[in-house]
């Protein structure tokens, strides 16, 4: 008796990992895309006035920032100067604005003597120093900013997790059904241990007259407790009382 024969295609490990590799990277490229993905911004003016004005206040601390550092590390001489969106001058210049538009606008210097050179290298120094001292502090204040938001961040973790430290104000309605119940229990803690300071101490009874001999106060002292005590049913007051 003769078995048919069937044709077996045996594969490799390897080959069928890089089956199935591509037959997922094919299954990915046929799927949708959900999201846009990174996007180019388009660089356009900004229509809302404030939003104008913000970005330049921080685009031109940036700007000034760069400059800065350029003159320290490299030792440039730079003028920059700018016309805010509400027609404001601000400028920025080493070793001054003055200096370097004069120049510009001469193109050929007049001679210095050595006085005026040597005041002139004299004065680059110093606001050179200060430049470097600018950025450093510029630095500095950012450190302490970062150290200042991160310090409100763990202030507010606190004051999430520990909310009964919070002002009332702050406080939601939960929250103060919950607080009343804590203030109830801690009277009632504190009553119980009024009574048991108050059985630990005997009392030692003064009486004290009164004015018109009739009625009395008794003053009760003991270890630290002075308490008054009027007779009950007497209202004191010149010789007037009542059962």
């Known amino acids: 008796m003769m078995w048919p024969l069937y044709m077996v295609n045996v594969f490799t490990f390897e080959q069928i990992k890089q089956k ?14 959900k999201s846009k993905g990174r996007q180019k911004i388009q660089m356009a003016r900004m229509e809302k006035e404030s939003n104008l004005l ?8 940036g700007l000034f920032k760069k400059a800065s550092e350029l003159c320290i590390l490299c030792g440039v001489e730079i003028a920059i100067i700018v016309f805010s969106p509400g027609k404001k001058v601000f400028s920025f210049g080493h070793p001054s604005v003055e200096i370097i538009v004069d120049r510009f606008l001469k193109q050929n210097p007049p001679l210095y003597s050595s006085t005026t050179q040597l005041m002139e290298a004299h004065r ?3 606001i050179h120093e200060l430049n470097r001292q600018l950025a450093y502090e510029i630095s500095h204040l950012e450190i302490e900013k970062n150290k200042s938001e991160e310090l409100t961040k763990i202030r507010k973790e606190g004051i999430d997790n520990h ?4 002002p009332i ?5 939960e929250e103060l059904e919950r607080l009343k119940v804590a203030m109830g229990f801690l009277k009632k803690d504190i009553e119980e241990q009024k009574k048991r300071i108050v059985a630990a101490n005997p ?3 003064v009486p004290v007259s009164a004015p018109n001999g009739i009625g009395g106060e008794y003053i009760a002292k003991g270890s630290g407790l002075d308490l008054a005590m009027t007779p009950h ?3 004191l007051g010149f010789g007037n009382f009542s059962r």
Do not use: Y
């Open 203 to 205: 009392l030692q009874i």
């Open 163 to 166: 909310w009964w430290e919070a």
């Open 54 to 61: 913000v970005t330049f206040s921080k685009r031109r601390s």
């Open 169 to 173: 104000e702050s406080l939601g309605i």
């Open 124 to 126: 680059n120094a110093n």
């Open 233 to 235: 049913g007497f209202v």
């Open 20 to 33: 199935n590799l591509i037959t997922f990277v094919t299954h990915l490229t046929m799927m949708p895309k």
